[in-house]
């Protein structure tokens, strides 16, 4: 049996410095940025964004 830790990963995540937004999206496996009313919440372009999930727990994600 091979060893796969799967974590439920998180569907939301906000950036907690420029409240940047995004939303995983399953089929492109990939963050896209979340618009809310309209406008996309891309927050700040140098940011270090400092995500702060929604979710169950905190998860360990890979960024690949
Ligand atoms: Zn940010």
Do not use: A, Q, Y
Not at 20 to 31: A, F, H, I, K, L
Not at 50 to 62: A, N, P, R
């Amino acid at each position: 049996m091979s060893e796969e830790v799967r974590l439920c990963p998180p569907t939301d995540r906000k950036c907690i410095l420029c409240e940047r937004v995004e939303e995983w999206d399953g089929e492109t496996s990939n963050w896209e940025i979340r618009e809310i009313n309209g406008k996309e919440m891309v927050g700040e372009k140098f940011c270090m964004h400092e995500w702060d999930i929604t979710g169950t727990h905190k998860s360990i994600i890979e960024v690949v």
